[in-house]
């Protein structure tokens, strides 16, 4: 249980285009999404905070404009890059929290999504 | 451990030995600590937890310590095998600031045959 599902899996655009990333909890539902981002040999740093019916909550220096997070529904979250640049290359990473039967603070995380932007 | 720059601090240890990876965590009001392994490409994968009210929790092949006092956390891994070869993190949770995780530095631990 508690499986977490990131697509795609990895992404190559280039500058100036848009891409999404979608973020699914596949036997479970999810009221909390989380979306990281880890550059090499570092740690995860949040980016927001998505819950399901309502605005994402952005964590400080993360704009908001660049980063479009949808929580459509209780199994998926979606990140949206506008106007990629190469800066913004990275490993992004969703979490879910609240699988049932678990404590209702412990996220599960996907595979994660590597972004190229050339 | 504590990553600095682009290192991450490396813990190399001889198969079938037992391994300890510490962590700092550094909010007093953390409730909620998680170790995380994560594997070249791939997400984090739960490992074990605590909560601030314990000291210690086993699980399979894993202990994890929690030290309140000096706000340390560490993971002992019994019998190391190869497939512990990852990078771990520990996570420290604020209940009262939205659940949201806090991530260290992360340390690499290496198994060697």
């Known amino acids: 249980g508690a499986v977490v599902s990131q697509h795609p899996s990895w992404v190559i655009c280039k500058s100036g285009t848009s891409v999404k990333i979608e973020c699914r909890s596949l036997d479970f539902q999810a009221t909390t999404m989380f979306w990281y981002r880890q550059f090499p040999k570092q740690s995860l740093m949040l980016m927001a905070t998505s819950n399901e019916g309502s605005k994402a909550t952005y964590e400080q220096g993360v704009e908001k404009d660049k980063f479009l997070i949808n929580h459509a529904s209780l199994t998926l979250s979606t990140l949206t890059v506008t106007s990629a640049h190469p800066e913004d290359s990275s490993f992004y990473i969703c979490?879910?929290?609240?699988?049932?039967?678990?404590?209702?603070?412990?996220?599960?995380f996907g595979p994660g999504t590597r972004l190229t932007v050339l | 451990g504590e990553s600095v720059g682009l290192h991450l601090p490396t813990l190399s240890v001889q198969e079938g030995d037992n391994s300890i990876i510490n962590c700092a965590y550094s909010?007093?009001?953390?409730?909620?600590f998680i170790w995380y392994k994560q594997e070249s490409g791939k997400g984090p994968q739960f490992i074990i937890d605590i909560r601030s009210n314990m000291d210690k929790r086993q699980g399979q092949r894993v202990t994890v310590l929690l030290n309140k006092t000096v706000k340390h956390l560490s993971l002992q891994i019994a019998a190391t095998q190869p497939g512990d070869s990852a990078v771990y993190f520990c996570?420290?949770?604020?209940?009262?600031?939205?659940?949201?995780?806090?991530f260290g530095g992360g340390t690499r631990v290496l198994v060697k045959p």
């Open positions: 996570a420290e949770n604020i209940g009262s600031a939205g659940n949201k995780l806090t």
């Open positions: 979490s879910a929290r609240d699988p049932p039967g678990g404590p209702a603070d412990t996220q599960y």
């Open positions: 909010n007093s009001a953390s409730d909620y």
